[in-house]
Structures are given as structure tokens and as C-alpha cells.
């Protein structure tokens, strides 16, 4: 077992970690930390403990693809470098002699740093530390080079998915014999040759079995650490994403969220898992078949990637887990690592009925399952296969070759044809076949039988045409099977009649394809005399090999759906009713209390306060308390300023006065379901009356982001029970019962209560308040002077008053219906 402690980059734009850089030594020191700080010291160090204490584990890495940061160079020395040769120290005296340790290098820097006449093997101190035990590449090297179109690697008859072309390019192509300069090149094809093995990226084997020469401006300039052949090469990652063209740039990765998402080279984005699989079996058979006692162990190599989520539910449940959707084009090998290549089961068939002299070399696809399910002949197992992939037999030198598509067409002429007639003849609509049905094993539904359907709206029959194999296919694939046959049948009522010159004519064969002004035809007969007489089917092209396999299906559950648990809340901010709903599995819940009605989409998350929660200065920011809180069914997570000011993370805490919401921008999982929040801001959303002066454990919390809607109400109900009922599914859940003083409408105390010894300001907050305006003359104010022992009270509609002087002035802030503010602005005249 190999552990591999991660570093994933949860920043805005989600880079890689490879971009991690540094612009001073100090920078290199922070990132490290000194093991007690929660920096990547800690994060390794933490790890091996937890290896030992679990019994041990062969491998660790401490760390991997920490490009740029290994790379930042101080005068002549890299402070990275010396940090991570420190951490392999410490890390061995956790986990002790018989675990072995790596780094995981980038494929593009573990050779060492090239610029210009400058050549530094600036990762070999770490490579030859005697705390390191090998040499470890995330190897993901360019196997084609492949375009669209006319293109150089397209000589010969070669196709990118072609065993031999890649297996060629592990030690040869791009990175080993040549390279692009520039952009430019790339797409011109413009390549450089590499003369100096010590450039060529891809040539491990030349880099483990010499010495290091650095070099300065092209002069030598003494060897490195590194001892030739003294430790093995780990493959600690490769892999190829499943998508056109992958080969050409396998370290890419199309993720929607990260800035560095991007495709291969020239690739049109399309779904390939066939890439995948051959470049994986290229790149592993042809070390296997030419590796060398010490260079690479391969026992310790790890295809990217095998996830512990479960497939089929990973990636269908994108409601579970957010990077469902770049399953399809990514480096998983779940759901893809079963595959078979059609040609390889063809081979197999052909095989087991005694064929053994036959090329399959030009076919492509996949096929997620196949039944032979009783002895058969080869050509009867055969044939559904072949013509689900429209592949078609020829012979060639003595071999029986089976290709997609059949033999290249013949382009024929005016001046190739006979002069005569040539005879067009199509079918009647009124026999033409409106429909086929495909039946297939889906393996989107739990391998149930399957029906795929194309139909012809302009055919004047009921004539179908019943397709059944024993495959186990994609739905989409099986659509796309059906509209082809239909194609294919309508394309056979279309025939032709033409003469040819015996020169012409005596080239060709049955089963010959032929273009005439741009339509395709396939020869079915062939007669001899002074001319040759054709007739010829029209003919469909195959179109491009479907080369992805199964897309999984979220299964549909049935399941038993109780009488939903509602709630009622009373909470500032919110003019009405808030009401949530808790039932399991969640459906929606339509709610109503008087004549308002809402539907609830998602549940609402209670939870509980399981530490004291202190009293806190409204609107500020809070950096130093904290609150631990249960909230079960969710998963949160620190934000930055600019989501946590954008109302991100808010809840409500209910106090014995109300309640109050807060936001909290951190936010760290201590034990399961339960958070510790902190950099706060109390008081929110007008709640600052409702802050308790300490809150003791145990006090409800409400997320506030999901599952919450507002239903408004009369005045009328203000002091008064009001009843929230509601439904899903046909059944009714229990009311809830709430009595509703509309805490949203209690006035908000004034603020900022200023005496100069003659006049008295203050500031009014108006709950309803959406824009700036300096009309507030709808605001109404009580204030209460105290001298001694005398009260004296004074209502106005102003913010600031010419008063005598007192000893203590209050100020509440009243709405047109008699409610007061319930706390005052206060002023005591020794505070000036």
C-alpha cells in the first residue's frame, strides 16, 4: 500500500498545484511551516503518523507536482528542494526504515530545469537523499501527435488508436526525437529534431543510467548528486483522459471549474474511452517488454485514476457529487476499465472458431458487454457484432480483413462511363419500412432488455423492421444503431444500372464501392461482354467508430414517502411566515398558512449549538469567537470575503428573545455533521435586537441558504397563533402551530446618539429600508430624558433635538401602530 497525501488548491478558479510559486525564501518557509502550523510539513507529517498508527503502510509520498515552487531558484540554490529533502527526514523518523519514501515529480521537470545554454538537475539532491527511496514521475507523456484530416502521423495507413503507432511513440515521437518550438509550429506541424538526449523528456531510461553534467551557457559545469542506476523509477501516476485525441496532451483534464481545464491538442472535445485504454496498455506493455533490472518498477506503477465512490452511483448522482460531469471526459477508469475493444472480441470469436490468419487492425470501438450464450457458429456469433459496428470482410494476401466501412470507393467519371443509359431506380413509399426496432441489454438499467427506435414520418407502411443482439449497449449507441439500419434500409431501395469500359470494369468486384457525382454505391453484380454491366446499391457511409461506452443513468428508487414534519419561524428580515419541511426521501412539499401558499423544493437543516455562543457587536466583524454547531445532512465550507459579504453562510440561532442571524466565514469539520464556525458577523439582517447576552449550548440553528420559504401575512395575525399545513404526495403533514409576533416589523433602535451640550442626534434604521434616501421623515422616535429623579418624554419625527442638559437620554424608534423599538440608543451625559 502506497500513501499519497494530496494538495488540492481551494481557491478561487481551482488552479493546480503546480502553480504554487514563491517569490522569497520566506515564502518557501511559510509554505512549508514548521510542523505544528497546519502548513504542508504538517499536512505529510500528520499523514505518516496516521499510517503508523494504523500498522504501517509500504510507501508514502510527500508530495507531488509541486512544480513551480521546486523550481524557484534563490542565487544558485532551490529552498524548496532543501525543504523536502528535510520533510523525507522527518518523515522517516515517523514511519521508520521499512517504508519507502518519494516525491512525485511533474513528467515535465523531474529530468531538471532547461534554459537556453543553462541546464540544472535542480530536483537530484532530492533524488539522491538517502531518505528517498525512488525516483517518482506523474509520467504523462504525449504518445501521438495525431489531427484531423492530412497530417504526418497519418502515413502508412495508421490510426490514433492504433497499438503499434503508440506503443512507437512511448520512447520515440514528440519530447523524444523532436519537439515544437512554438505554437505556431504545432499546428504547422514544424518539427524540431532533438539531437542532445539530455532534452529529451520522455528518454527516463537515458536520464537514470547517467551522470548529470550541469551546464552554464553551454559549458560544463560539474555533476550533480545523482549516482547512475542507483534507485528505481515509480510511474507514481499515468493515465490518458477519455476524450478525442487524448494521447496527444494526457495531462490534461476538462474540468468546467478550473482555470487550467483544457483539452488535448486539437481534439474536438468528444467522448473516447477506446483512447484511454490503448494508450494505457501502449504505455505499460512496452516497458514490460523492454524494462531493465533497477529502471523502472513497474509493480509500483498507478493508473490515474481509480475512485473509492461507487460506479454506477459515481457519476450518475450529480446531486451527491458536484464533479459528476467530468466523468465522461476525465481519467476515471471506473465504468471503463471493463470495456472491451470490438476488435479484440471479434479476434477472440474468430479465434475459437479456428480463424487465425485475419487483421482487425481497422476497427475501432468499444462494447460494454457481449452474450454467446449457447455453441454457435463463428459466423452466427459474429454477426450482430458486425452489424452493430457496420464492420464489413474483405481478404487481403491471404488474411481475412475486417474494417469499418469496407474498401476505399472508386471515383468514377462522365468519361469512365459507357455512353447508355444509366438507370436510377427507388423504391415505393407505400412499401418502404417506417420503422426499426433495436432490442439490446441496457447497461444504463440494470442490464434489463432494452428497445431503441428510429422512425421514417414520410413512409406509407406499417412494415418494421426487428433488430435483436445479444450486446450490452448505451442507449444513445443503441439510437444511434437504429437510425443508421433505417438509413441503410432505405438507402438499399435506391439502385443503379451503369455500363463501364472493360479497362474500368475489369478492376472491380463485388462489394466494391464506387462515387458517382457524390453519392456512394456498393457493386452487387458484375457481367462481362464488350462493356461491364453494374448494378449498384446506394450505400451509406459508416460514419466515425462510436468509441465511448456506457453513460451511467441515475436509477430511479422507489420508495415510501411518509407525511412530511413541518416547521414555522418567526424570524427578522423576512416579512411573514418562514416555514421548512423535514421528510425523507425529500419531495416537494407545498405549504400554506392563511392565504399564502409556497412550495418547499429542498429540506430545511436544523441543527443544534453544542458549545456556548458568546454576545457579539452587531454588523462587526467578530474574529475572535466561535460556536460549534451540529447540523446533520450538510456539507459546509470556509468561503471568501466576497461570498461570505454576498450572504453566504448564513444562519439563524434562536435566542429567548428571538432570533438572530449571523454569518460565519470560516467554518472547520471538527467530527462528523458537526462544524466549528468563526469570523463572524452578528446581528444581521436587523436581528441585533434579538443577540443574547450569552447564548448557552443547545440552542436550535437554522441554515439559511436552502430549504427556507417566506409566506406573507395580514397584520392582523401579529400576536396570534397561526397554523402552517401542508402536503406531499397525497398526505398530509401534522400542522404546526406558531405564534407570530412579526419580529420583522419590531422597530430597530436608533444608533449613533451624539449630545454636543445643546443638541442631540441620532441616526433612524428603517426595517424596510432597500435604498439610500435622506427622506426618513416616515421613522417616528420616542425620547426619554432623565435628570434626577424626573422623566421627561418627547415624540418627534426629527433626528437630532435641542435639548437642556441631562443625565441620562434615551431613544426608541416606534412604528405608526404603536410598536417600540425594544431596545433604546442610550446616552449617558458623562459619555459626552
Same mark, same amino acid.
Given at each position: 500500500m502506497t500513501l499519497h497525501p494530496f494538495l488540492l488548491v481551494d481557491t478561487p478558479g481551482f488552479p493546480w498545484r503546480g502553480r504554487i510559486t514563491a517569490t522569497s525564501v520566506s515564502d518557501v518557509s511559510a509554505f512549508f511551516g514548521g510542523g505544528d502550523d497546519f502548513r504542508f510539513r504538517h499536512h505529510i507529517l500528520h499523514h505518516a503518523g496516521l499510517a503508523q498508527q494504523a500498522g504501517g503502510v509500504d510507501a508514502i509520498v510527500i508530495g507531488s507536482e509541486l512544480k513551480a515552487l521546486m523550481a524557484y531558484r534563490f542565487g544558485e540554490s532551490f529552498p524548496a528542494v532543501a525543504q523536502m529533502q528535510s520533510l523525507a527526514a522527518a518523515t522517516r523518523a515517523i514511519v521508520g526504515p521499512s517504508t519507502k519514501i518519494t516525491y512525485a515529480a511533474d513528467w515535465s521537470d523531474y529530468f531538471g530545469l532547461r534554459d537556453g545554454g543553462d541546464v540544472r538537475y535542480h530536483l537530484d539532491p532530492l533524488w539522491a537523499d538517502n531518505n528517498i527511496d525512488a525516483v517518482g514521475i506523474d509520467a504523462y507523456f504525449p504518445l501521438s501527435d495525431w489531427r484531423d484530416g492530412d497530417h504526418l502521423d497519418g502515413d502508412s495507413g495508421r490510426r490514433a488508436h492504433d497499438f503499434d503507432y503508440l506503443s512507437r511513440n512511448v520512447e520515440g515521437g514528440e519530447g523524444y526525437d523532436w519537439y515544437y518550438a512554438s505554437e505556431s509550429d504545432r499546428n504547422a506541424q514544424t518539427r524540431s529534431p532533438i539531437d542532445d538526449p539530455i532534452y529529451r523528456y520522455k528518454d527516463m531510461r537515458h536520464w537514470w543510467s547517467h551522470p548529470h553534467i550541469e551546464r552554464r551557457n553551454g559549458f560544463a559545469a560539474g555533476q550533480s548528486a545523482w549516482v547512475p542506476?542507483?534507485?528505481?523509477?515509480? /510511474?507514481?501516476?499515468?493515465?490518458?483522459? %477519455?476524450? +478525442?485525441?487524448?494521447?496527444?496532451?494526457?495531462?490534461?483534464?476538462?474540468? !468546467?471549474?478550473?482555470?487550467?481545464?483544457?483539452?488535448?491538442?486539437?481534439?474536438?472535445?468528444?467522448?473516447?474511452?477506446?483512447?484511454?485504454?490503448?494508450?494505457?496498455?501502449?504505455?505499460?506493455?512496452?516497458?514490460?517488454?523492454?524494462?531493465?533490472?533497477?529502471?523502472?518498477? /513497474?509493480?509500483?506503477?498507478?493508473?490515474? %485514476?481509480? +475512485?473509492?465512490?461507487?460506479?454506477?452511483?459515481?457519476?450518475?448522482?450529480? !446531486?451527491?457529487?458536484?464533479?459528476?460531469?467530468?466523468?465522461?471526459?476525465?481519467?476515471?477508469?471506473?465504468?471503463?476499465a471493463g470495456l472491451m475493444p470490438v476488435a479484440d472480441v471479434i479476434e477472440e470469436l474468430a479465434h475459437d472458431s479456428g480463424l487465425m490468419a485475419l487483421d482487425v487492425s481497422g476497427i475501432s470501438g468499444v462494447l460494454p458487454g457481449y452474450v454467446v450464450d449457447r455453441p454457435m457458429s463463428a459466423r452466427a456469433a459474429l454477426a450482430p457484432l458486425m452489424q452493430l459496428f457496420a464492420v464489413e470482410l474483405t481478404e487481403h494476401s491471404g488474411n481475412v480483413v475486417f474494417a469499418i466501412g469496407g474498401p476505399e470507393s472508386l471515383t468514377l467519371l462522365a468519361a469512365d462511363l459507357v455512353h447508355g443509359p444509366v438507370l436510377r431506380a427507388r423504391g415505393d413509399a407505400e412499401t418502404r419500412i417506417r420503422d426499426v426496432r433495436l432490442t439490446y441489454i441496457d447497461a444504463g438499467r440494470d442490464y434489463q432488455l432494452g428497445t431503441a427506435s428510429a422512425r421514417d414520418q414520410s413512409a406509407e407502411s406499417v412494415a418494421v423492421a426487428d433488430l435483436g443482439v445479444p450486446a450490452v449497449l448505451d442507449e444513445g449507441f443503441a439510437r444511434y444503431v437504429a437510425q443508421r439500419e433505417l438509413e441503410v434500409a432505405h438507402a438499399g431501395e435506391e439502385t443503379l444500372s451503369i455500363n463501364l469500359p472493360l479497362e474500368t470494369g475489369l478492376r472491380?468486384?463485388?462489394?466494391?464501392?464506387?462515387?458517382?457525382?457524390?453519392?456512394?454505391?456498393?457493386?452487387?453484380?458484375?457481367?462481362?461482354?464488350?462493356?461491364?454491366?453494374?448494378?449498384?446499391?446506394?450505400?451509406?457511409?459508416?460514419?466515425?467508430?462510436?468509441?465511448?461506452?456506457?453513460?451511467?443513468?441515475?436509477?430511479?428508487?422507489?420508495?415510501?414517502?411518509?407525511?412530511?414534519?413541518?416547521?414555522?419561524?418567526?424570524?427578522?428580515?423576512?416579512?411573514?411566515?418562514?416555514?421548512?419541511?423535514m421528510l425523507e426521501p425529500f419531495s416537494s412539499v407545498l405549504v400554506q398558512v392563511s392565504a399564502s401558499e409556497a412550495t418547499l423544493e429542498t429540506p430545511v437543516r436544523l441543527g443544534v449549538t453544542m458549545t456556548d455562543f458568546p454576545a457579539g457587536r452587531p454588523e462587526f466583524r467578530d474574529i475572535v469567537s466561535e460556536v460549534d454547531v451540529l447540523l446533520p445532512g450538510l456539507t459546509l465550507s470556509a468561503l471568501g470575503d466576497g461570498e461570505f459579504l454576498a450572504r453566504g453562510n448564513r444562519f439563524a440561532v434562536e435566542t429567548p428573545l428571538g432570533w438572530e442571524i449571523f454569518a460565519a466565514r470560516d467554518v472547520m469539520l471538527i467530527e462528523p455533521q458537526t462544524y466549528r464556525l468563526s469570523h463572524l458577523l452578528r446581528g444581521l439582517e436587523g436581528s441585533d435586537t434579538f443577540i443574547a447576552e450569552s447564548l448557552a449550548s443547545g440552542a436550535r440553528l437554522l441554515w439559511l441558504a436552502a430549504g427556507v420559504v417566506t409566506l406573507p401575512i395580514s397584520d392582523e395575525w401579529r400576536g396570534e397563533g397561526v397554523t402552517l399545513t401542508g402536503n406531499t404526495a397525497d398526505r398530509t403533514a401534522r400542522s404546526a402551530v406558531l405564534v407570530w409576533n412579526d419580529l420583522n416589523g419590531i422597530?430597530?433602535?436608533?444608533?449613533?446618539?451624539?449630545?454636543?451640550?445643546?443638541?442631540?442626534?441620532?441616526?433612524?434604521?428603517?426595517?424596510?429600508?432597500?435604498?439610500?434616501?435622506?427622506?426618513?421623515?416616515?421613522?417616528?422616535?420616542?425620547?426619554?430624558?432623565?435628570r434626577g429623579e424626573s422623566e421627561e418624554t418627547i415624540e418627534t419625527t426629527d433626528t437630532s433635538i435641542a435639548i437642556q442638559p441631562f443625565d441620562r437620554a434615551e431613544v426608541y424608534q416606534f412604528s405608526q401602530v404603536g410598536r417600540e423599538s425594544i431596545y433604546p440608543a442610550a446616552l449617558n451625559v458623562t459619555d459626552g
Open positions: 542506476r542507483s534507485k528505481p523509477i515509480w /510511474l507514481l501516476e499515468i493515465g490518458c483522459p %477519455a476524450v +478525442d485525441k487524448g494521447a496527444n496532451q494526457p495531462n490534461v483534464f476538462n474540468d !468546467a471549474k478550473s482555470i487550467d481545464a483544457a483539452l488535448p491538442y486539437h481534439s474536438d472535445g468528444t467522448r473516447d474511452d477506446l483512447i484511454q485504454r490503448r494508450y494505457i496498455e501502449a504505455f505499460l506493455s512496452h516497458y514490460d517488454a523492454t524494462n531493465e533490472p533497477g529502471f523502472l518498477d /513497474l509493480a509500483r506503477a498507478s493508473v490515474w %485514476a481509480w +475512485d473509492a465512490r461507487p460506479y454506477p452511483d459515481f457519476p450518475a448522482r450529480k !446531486a451527491v457529487w458536484s464533479d459528476g460531469d467530468s466523468w465522461a471526459r476525465g481519467h476515471w477508469l471506473n465504468g471503463r472491380l468486384k463485388i462489394g466494391d464501392r464506387v462515387r458517382i457525382e457524390n453519392t456512394v454505391w456498393s457493386i452487387e453484380t458484375l457481367e462481362i461482354g464488350a462493356t461491364v454491366s453494374v448494378t449498384a446499391r446506394r450505400d451509406v457511409p459508416s460514419g466515425p467508430a462510436w468509441v465511448s461506452g456506457t453513460t451511467p443513468i441515475e436509477p430511479a428508487h422507489i420508495s415510501y414517502a411518509g407525511a412530511p414534519q413541518l416547521f414555522a419561524f418567526d424570524l427578522p428580515g423576512r416579512d411573514g411566515v418562514s416555514a421548512g419541511a422597530p430597530l433602535a436608533p444608533c449613533h446618539l451624539k449630545w454636543d451640550g445643546t443638541v442631540l442626534t441620532w441616526i433612524g434604521r428603517d426595517p424596510a429600508f432597500t435604498e439610500w434616501t435622506e427622506d426618513a421623515s416616515h421613522l417616528r422616535y420616542r425620547l426619554k430624558l432623565y
